[in-house]
């Protein structure tokens, strides 16, 4: 497996390069000067409360995590985004996948790897993948929780004699190794703004990121893709709905998104700072 490091500084010079490239569309999202006033806004918001929990594998029947949908349905075809929940010392079987997933560690120690692998507990703001049809195991340390997505479905676990190399690689990024970029690096940052921003991944559809708010911070983010997905990784924060005004709190594993142009209003109120997974197939910029 590639190193952290070498990964780290790859992350950094693909982040410059495809920020460059859609940088200049989200520059024009904010030339909007009714921002504030988008007819029937679509923005939603999920609580962690209101997340309904699920067996992720019911074969295990007791033994298996739970999993908790935020957008699409891992059972179906569409993409799919996805709390997976593991009890403390929770280990895993060597399993495959029929589907690459990308994760994100929200609490906990997760670690995730080849079976063999020593292992590697990634803290909460971790990042990995999973390449489909590779052996694997997944464990808990302590009580852990993971945001889970994948570009189609059906998600499925399968045993390890029907394994395969489809030329993916995993990528295991711990949070002391994410690349931050700021308004003076990228123009996904608007230049009075202290947020940051993390390019994490690509693909024809979508793209995914990391966003960095300080503590006491009120920020806009307008996006004006179809698909707008936003985790809290860590962290609280207050959003506001347009459509009533009504103001929500937004813990760690809440949600809020959209499915067309957006302004998401919202302000940090944690004592720490908020970090936050997007998923998005537009552009964004952060005020």
């Known amino acids: 497996m590639i190193s952290i490091r070498t990964y780290a500084i790859i992350f950094s010079v693909i982040f410059l390069f495809f920020s460059c490239k859609k940088e200049t569309k989200s ?29 992720l594998n019911p074969a295990r029947g007791d033994q298996s995590p739970q999993a908790g949908t935020i957008w699409g349905d891992r059972n179906g075809t569409e993409a799919t985004g996805f709390l997976a929940k593991f009890a403390d010392g929770f280990s895993s079987p060597p399993h495959i996948h029929n589907v690459t997933y990308r994760a994100v560690v929200i609490e906990g120690l997760i670690h995730n790897d080849d079976p063999d692998a020593e292992s590697m507990w990634m803290k909460p703001g971790s990042f990995w993948t ?4 590779e052996s694997h195991i997944t464990a808990s340390k302590g009580e852990s929780i993971a945001l889970v997505e994948i570009d189609h479905g059906p998600y499925l676990v399968k045993p390890i004699d029907e394994a395969f190399d489809n030329g993916e690689r995993p990528i295991n990024i711990d949070v002391s190794n994410v690349v931050w970029q700021n308004m003076e690096t990228s123009n996904l940052v608007d230049k009075t703004s202290n947020a940051e921003v993390s390019f994490l991944w690509q693909s024809e559809k979508a793209s995914g990121y990391f966003v960095k708010f300080p503590k006491g ?28 005004g009504d103001k929500k709190t937004l813990d760690q594993g809440s949600y809020f998104g959209a499915t067309a142009k957006a302004v998401h209003n919202l302000s940090t109120i944690s ?14 910029q952060i005020l």
């Not at 809290?232 to 709905?241: D, M, T, W």
């Not at 908020?274 to 197939?281: D, E, F, P």
């Open 27 to 55: 520059t024009e999202v904010t030339t909007n000067p009714v921002i504030d006033s988008i007819t029937n806004p679509t923005n939603r918001v999920i609580l962690s409360s209101e997340i309904n929990w699920q067996k």
């Open 217 to 244: 911070y009120n920020a806009k983010i307008v996006s004006d893709g179809s698909v707008f997905h936003s985790v809290v990784i860590q962290g609280e924060l207050q959003y506001i709905l347009p459509q009533n």
């Open 130 to 133: 999973q390449p489909q049809g």
């Open 271 to 284: 004592d720490n700072e908020v970090i936050l997974y997007i998923r998005t197939n537009g552009n964004f």
